[in-house]
């Protein structure tokens, strides 16, 4: 992924790809009306070809260097990268931003290699975010080790590394790559063995930086914590070099994970293919009900547009559900002749590794023509250019439509980028709001370190590392009462001046960086008689993707699962054909347990941040049917709860309002659904945070302030089966556990929350509740018009 | 979230309170408890003293068992293959220095710590025991001070499973001080390596209580489960009674008494193995035969099976003895060994359990090839060969419940030769498989 050199020339025609954005623009979906505002197509935007701004060499590059990249044709540096290397050259912290395959893995190993090359006893670590990002940097670099003679040594450290491996990287590696989950599991814990790497570390390089945000990145600024108390001990002070995608705040994001002062490059000197992106809303079918042709469908068509040119396409999906029932109608669009092999794949995070290395040179080398995928293929990982990209739904996040979308024309021609909208509220408010999008600056990237179960959790982990020593600081907190409070728990025990770990237990053991649980469950095949792995899915997903009876989609077949036994964490399926997919129906209690902050939300409103319960439970599953998305079938299911601590915003309703309003229990309760579903899209709009890390849920006020509270209990209403509230608070949590700082934003913010989404629902032109608004019409005939009407009742 | 069972969700709230108010000072832990003076009484220790400060010593001298005679033994069990100037370090005993550690967990790591430091030494006819004890993880320095100058004076180290854990956990303990760097050990000897082989298949389990009762006849008494010991030194340090502790340290001098007795008892067998057991002969012929000592492998080979051995290891005795007898150029003795392993019964009820019904499988089929090979190359007959084939496939395809990998493996093996010998040697001799 280092920079091209400035002769390369186009390679991509443009002549088809033209023609495939022309057949986007005049089609017209049959049966829809056909006036300018349902025009699917709702913006094209041009992005002008940019050239590239070009630096020399710097002088103090050492000459064996300067030569080994000059052999690889790159004999100047593009701004960004001179700029870079000037900073830490002079031994600042770097973060540079700037699109994928600008070349910014030259910013950290040039500095790097020179300073090894300098003095041999250097030592680097080098963080990726996946297994997969650290391979791709380890051809790399060795490329360059043996350009330079073998000067220096590179080993990938992480799970897959064999045993006898082990020691000498320890000892003679010189640049280490790695990732969090194994400085957390494997490294630090035994320091020891490390002496070398630490007692020398000047370099910690993170890439991909951005994709430290939410939970992930607040348990990564704590193993950043912990990596830096033990750089000290052995008497090291590295500096960091960071590269991310763009994002707005990623000074912000560098300084509070690494907790140090640190140069924003942002420029880009690279040089850009000229790109289209263009917005594409199905078409609407049904006006009165608000339905919309079914994304998937459309993104499947639009793929086709450009698969059918012969035009190398990758399709995003927001879900492996998504990816798996894109790929199975592509691969039928595509057939390959009998015998040769498939153009079309799929790639997600269940796929083993060889198979997701395989799909990666496919792309590379041209033998595949599509490749369907989730955000596993938006980072850094190696596949080339390719011509088009259609994202089937919004990602979520402005950024990661960025990311995902400069994956087509990676580095020169021409290409093009469609985001075919779905009919979440979210989709509909972008699509139908090009300004917004094109105009606004991407998200913030927000991180909780001191999160208190986060932070225990590591303190755990740095006890057992080095002693706690008393009045020490982790990161900006005093340890000594949370020291104290782990004493109390049995976990440390003071001697001296110092908290020592004393349990039997390997902490980092049971601490995840990434999720709730660290233990995946494996998918094993029984089709062919001895039970054989095809992939794994974490635990909080098998529960809704691999219960029993489920049918689990991997790679376009449908397996229909057996058994999912939870002691040894194995689902086992068989290969089935089957005309339906299954869709896990999940319900939600939610118990407050204690108030931060409240304050009135207008007369009859009252807005509330603080700690809650959350548990939720599969208890069933639905049969739909594919292509037509008919409900042919439900099942039932008892599955064990999982239960959450975390933090919630929530607006109470009081009695007076919700008795106020002209309408009926049911209607009132559908109503209230429905503004809680609108409010969700909207917050997530305004933290610009990914949707998926809220969740929401309806509970009954506690009786009284204080007071020992019933659980209240919470079911997505159910058609005709209506629970009643009467002073319902409409919950929006943090869905990770202990929070991850959502929550007081939405507090300091809840009178816009309130205003934008009147916005987003007054400007829907639904008649009565539709999947882009307060949902679709089937919950209750008023629920749009009751949403509105409480709404009123809240402040402007 | 384990830890916080009891009362999870009060504790976080509880702990964000803390974390926000301004930081309370924790109250100073009590540094002298009444259980820590106490302890020194029951153990009969003393309280030592160097430049980091104190620590608690226990010395014991016991007139059993006595001092190993042929120590230079033991330098076939030393891994690697020791050089001259260390085989001699071995065969001083005065020089062996016995560890072996009790610790705060088996996890590893540098949060596992080593509380308690077992060593002993051959002194005066019998065995000199030294405790050296932290009563507070702040004693650490001074007793790896104490234990560096063990280090310097005896050289050989002898423990059983020390390479994989007591050794790396002390090695951490002591780069953990930043201080103090022991000189390593010249050799280290692992008597878990060699008991494995020796003593596996006739005990079962090679725990060293497994061995003592087993192999040197003692019978320890009571003792306690060693997974409780961590749980005992927490509550000491908490400020539980000593009483716990003193059935610790008495465990950890059963086991280095254990080590060292059976330090000799493997250093006479390997001197003279005349005496011993069928199964100890078995394993003792596999040690040599790993050390490349062919010559009394075989010698030890034929011994056992003189001494009479249970059936699947009769066979496993025969097939390494025709091995090596083939490599000796001893054709006619290889040749008795592998006929008579070919026809042997693959339905033999002897073998119980899937593996060791493959491995009779599998000894069948190599002898039945090595028949074949000898009458294809030696004997010229290609008939016979043919014949020994068969058999094995025959053997092959009765064979029921093994794996996959292994029948398409032997099957294409004796596919192409019965496929080589049907063409009649027309292209003239082939190699051997």
């Known amino acids: ?796 | 979230m384990k830890w916080l069972n009891d009362d999870r969700l009060g504790a976080i709230a509880a702990l964000r309170r803390k974390l926000a108010a301004s930081h309370e000072v924790a109250p100073q832990a009590d540094g002298r408890r009444g259980g820590r003076d106490r302890l020194a009484e029951l153990v009969g220790g003393t309280i030592e003293r160097n430049r980091y400060g104190e620590f608690l010593r226990v010395r014991r001298w016991l007139a059993q068992p006595e001092p190993c005679t042929q120590p230079q033994a033991l330098g076939l069990v030393a891994k690697p293959e020791p050089a001259a100037e260390v085989l001699g370090e071995i065969g001083r005993s005065d020089g062996w220095l016995f560890l072996d550690t009790e610790t705060t967990g088996l996890a590893g790591g540098t949060g596992t710590c080593a509380f308690l430091v077992g060593l002993a030494w051959w002194e005066a006819g019998g065995l000199a025991i030294e405790q050296l004890f932290l009563r507070d993880y702040a004693e650490e320095h001074a007793v790896l001070l104490a234990l560096a100058e063990r280090l310097e004076a005896r050289r050989v180290l002898v423990t059983f499973n020390g390479k994989s854990f007591d050794w790396p956990l002390v090695e951490t303990r002591f780069r953990l001080t930043r201080e103090i760097e022991p000189q390593p050990p010249q050799a280290h000897l692992d008597l878990l390596h060699p008991a494995r082989q020796l003593w596996r298949l006739q005990l079962g389990s090679v725990r060293l209580t497994a061995l003592e009762r087993g192999v040197l006849g003692i019978e320890r008494g009571p003792d306690l489960l060693s997974e409780l010991i961590p749980q005992m030194y927490f509550d000491y340090l908490r400020g539980a009674g000593p009483e716990p502790l003193g059935q610790v340290f008495r465990h950890n001098q059963m086991d280095l008494a254990g080590l060292a007795a059976l330090a000799g008892h493997l250093a006479r067998l390997l001197v003279a193995p005349e005496g011993a057991e069928p199964l100890e002969l078995y394993g003792l012929s596999r040690l040599f035969e790993r050390r490349g000592e062919r010559a009394r492998a075989r010698h030890l080979y034929e011994m056992a099976l003189d001494a009479g051995l249970p059936a699947m290891l009769r066979r496993a005795a025969q097939r390494r003895l025709a091995r090596i007898a083939r490599r000796d150029g001893e054709r006619a003795v290889a040749n008795s060994l592998w006929r008579e392993l070919a026809q042997e019964d693959p339905e033999d009820t002897n073998a119980e359990g899937s593996a060791e019904r493959r491995e009779l499988l599998e000894t069948i089929l190599e002898a039945c090839e090595q028949m074949a090979i000898h009458y294809e190359h030696a004997a010229h007959d290609p008939a016979e060969a043919a014949a020994w084939t068969r058999r094995a496939l025959g053997v092959l395809a009765e064979a029921e419940g093994i794996d996959r990998r292994f029948r398409l493996r032997w099957q294409e093996r004796l596919d192409r030769r019965s496929e080589r010998l049907r063409q009649g040697g027309r292209e003239g001799s082939l190699p051997a498989a």
Request: hydrophobic letters at 40%.
């Open chain 1, 1 to 796: 992924m280092a920079s091209l050199p400035a002769t390369r020339k186009s390679i991509s025609q443009p002549a088809p790809l033209a023609d495939a954005v022309d057949a986007l623009v005049t089609r017209r979906g049959t049966g829809a009306e056909t006036n300018s505002s349902d025009a699917p197509i709702t913006a094209i935007r041009e992005m002008p070809e940019r050239q590239a701004d070009w630096r020399e060499m710097p002088g103090w590059v050492r000459q064996e260097l300067a030569a080994a990249y000059r052999a690889k044709g790159i004999e100047r540096l593009y701004s960004h990268q001179a700029a870079a290397v000037e900073a830490a050259r002079a031994g600042r912290n770097v973060v540079v931003v700037t699109p994928t395959a600008s070349g910014k893995t030259l910013c950290y190993n040039l500095p790097v290699l020179n300073a090894i090359l300098e003095n041999p006893d250097t030592r680097a670590l080098y963080l990726f975010p996946t297994k997969a990002l650290a391979q791709d940097q380890l051809a790399e670099l060795h490329d360059l080790e043996e350009r330079l003679g073998d000067a220096f040594a590179v080993f990938t450290y992480d799970g897959d590394t064999p045993g006898d491996a082990r020691k000498a990287i320890r000892e003679r590696g010189h640049v280490v790559l790695s990732n969090p989950d194994m400085v957390h599991a494997g490294i630090l814990p035994h320091h020891t063995r490390w002496l070398r790497l630490f007692e020398n570390l000047r370099f910690v390089v993170i890439d991909e930086l951005h994709t430290y945000r939410g939970v992930f990145g607040s348990h990564f600024a704590n193993v950043l914590r912990r990596l830096g108390r033990i750089a000290r001990f052995y008497g090291s002070d590295p500096q960091f070099i960071c590269s991310s995608a763009t994002i707005a705040n990623p000074g912000d994001l560098a300084e509070r994970l690494a907790e140090e002062r640190f140069d924003v490059i942002d420029e880009d000197g690279a040089p850009a293919a000229r790109k289209t992106f263009v917005f594409y809303n199905p078409p609407v079918v049904n006006r009165r009900l608000g339905i919309r042709r079914s994304y998937i469908h459309e993104s499947w068509r639009v793929a086709q547009e450009f698969l059918g040119r012969g035009l190398q396409t990758l399709v995003f999906a927001n879900s492996r559900l998504q990816t798996e029932l894109l790929l199975t109608y592509l691969l039928q669009a595509n057939l390959a002749p009998p015998g040769e092999p498939q153009t079309i794949r799929g790639y997600r995070g269940g796929y083993l590794p060889g198979e997701r290395r395989e799909i990666e040179r496919g792309l590379r080398e041209g033998g595949l023509r599509g490749v369907v995928a989730t955000n596993a293929l938006e980072l850094g990982v190696d596949i080339g250019s390719l011509d088009a990209v259609v994202l089937a739904g919004y990602p979520g996040t402005i950024a990661s439509t960025w990311q995902r979308a400069g994956r087509a024309g990676r580095r020169s021609g021409c290409a093009c980028a469609v985001l075919v909208a779905s009919s979440a509220p979210l989709d509909q408010f972008i699509i139908t709001h090009p300004d917004y999008f094109f105009g606004r600056s991407p998200e913030h990237a927000l991180i909780q370190p001191d999160n208190p179960e986060i932070l225990l959790n590591h303190l755990k982990c740095a006890a057992f590392e080095l002693p706690l020593k008393a009045g020490e600081r982790f990161g900006a907190i005093e340890i000594d009462a949370a020291a104290t409070a782990l004493e109390q728990a049995g976990f440390l025990h003071r001697s001296g001046n110092a908290w020592h770990w004393t349990d039997e237990a390997y902490p980092a053991d049971a601490i995840s960086l990434r999720a709730v649980t660290s233990d995946n469950f494996v998918i094993m095949d029984t089709s062919g008689g001895e039970p054989e792995a095809i992939g794994e899915v974490d635990f909080p997903s098998a529960l809704a993707t691999v219960h029993p009876k489920a049918i689990y989609l991997h790679d376009g077949n449908l397996y229909s699962v057996e058994k999912l036994d939870f002691d040894d964490r194995k689902a086992f399926v068989r290969q089935v054909e089957s005309d339906y997919y299954t869709d896990a129906i999940r319900y939600t209690q939610v118990r407050m347990l204690e108030k931060a902050a409240e304050a009135e939300l207008g007369e009859a409103a009252r807005r509330t941040h603080g700690d809650v319960l959350v548990r939720s439970q599969v208890v069933g599953f639905k049969k739909i049917k594919f292509f037509t998305n008919e409900n042919v079938g439900a099942g039932n299911l008892e599955l064990p709860e999982n239960e959450m601590h975390t933090t919630a915003f929530w607006i109470t309703l009081e009695r007076r309002l919700v008795e106020g309003l002209p309408y009926g229990v049911a209607e009132r309760q559908a109503g209230m659904w429905g503004l809680l579903r609108a409010l969700e899209a909207v917050a997530a709009l305004l933290l610009m945070c990914d949707r998926r890390d809220l969740g929401r849920v309806i509970g009954e006020r506690p009786p009284a302030p204080g007071a020992e509270a019933p659980p209240a209990a919470a079911i997505e209403p159910v058609p005709g089966k209506a629970l009643e509230f009467f002073e319902p608070n409409l919950y929006l949590y943090d869905a990770y556990p202990g929070g991850i700082g959502f929550s007081e934003p939405l507090f300091r913010m809840a009178r816009e929350l309130a205003g934008r989404t009147r916005e987003l629902i007054r400007a829907c032109p639904c008649e009565n509740g539709c999947p882009s608004c307060v949902g679709p019409a089937e919950r209750g005939e008023k629920a749009k018009a009751v949403a509105l009407a409480i709404l009123d009742r809240l402040p402007e």
